[in-house]
């Protein structure tokens, strides 16, 4: 088969036949991608299938972990309401109870000549039932007890004084105890 002799063709002809040369070259190449993107396409579909099937089961396994923290943060989160509420009980509480430290400075002012003061027990308020301070200690004989006692009467902060008869049994280094109820 002899060669192509474009040579001897005029100069327009072979413009002409180099651009239709191109333009085939151009279709083959385009079409020749088009071909390979389909194949391409054609083969990442199985892919597309399967990572779209695993995104589905993650969000849902993400969905139920969700819901897992959740229930567990709002069993936590009520525990601590819950706990958080009882403290706020008893500080309210606490800050409507007299301080022991108020009612045994009291209790110290209260002047007691001839009397040893040895323990004390605070018991506050609670309920209905009024505070109590139990005074113990020793005192050298039964006037200043009944002074001691009538002294405790007769403080603001005391609503009654209880002192067992028993107390005056001896006659001189009594040891006692007294109930004070406070006031409310």
């Known amino acids: 088969?002899?060669?192509?002799?474009?040579?001897?063709?005029?100069?327009?002809?072979?413009?002409?036949?180099?651009?239709?040369?191109?333009?085939?070259l151009a279709t083959v190449t385009?079409?020749?991608?088009?071909?390979?993107?389909?194949?391409?396409?054609?083969?990442?579909?199985?892919?597309?299938?399967?990572?779209?099937?695993?995104?589905?089961?993650?969000?849902?396994?993400?969905?139920?972990?969700?819901?897992?923290?959740?229930?567990t943060a709002d069993t936590a989160l009520t525990a601590q309401l819950a706990a958080l509420e009882s403290d706020l009980k008893t500080l309210?509480?606490?800050?409507?109870t007299p301080k022991a430290t108020d009612i045994l400075t009291k209790a110290l002012s209260v002047a007691r000549p001839g009397v040893q003061l040895s323990g004390f027990v605070?018991?506050?308020?609670?309920?209905?039932?009024?505070?109590?301070?139990?005074?113990?200690?020793i005192a050298s004989d039964r006037t200043s007890l009944q002074a001691y006692q009538a002294a405790l009467q007769a403080a603001p902060f005391v609503a009654s004084a209880d002192l067992p008869v028993s107390a005056y049994a001896q006659a001189?280094?009594?040891?006692?105890?007294?109930t004070v109820t406070l006031q409310p």
């Open 122 to 137: 605070y018991a506050p308020p609670s309920g209905a039932r009024a505070g109590t301070l139990d005074i113990s200690g």
């Open 30 to 71: 385009v079409v020749a991608g088009i071909g390979l993107l389909l194949v391409a396409a054609g083969l990442l579909l199985p892919a597309h299938a399967l990572l779209s099937r695993e995104i589905a089961a993650h969000e849902v396994q993400l969905a139920t972990v969700a819901s897992a923290l959740s229930s």
């Open 172 to 178: 001189s280094k009594i040891p006692f105890m007294i």
């Open 92 to 96: 309210s509480a606490l800050s409507r």
């Open 1 to 24: 088969m002899e060669p192509d002799r474009t040579d001897l063709l005029p100069v327009e002809r072979r413009r002409t036949l180099h651009r239709a040369y191109l333009f085939r």
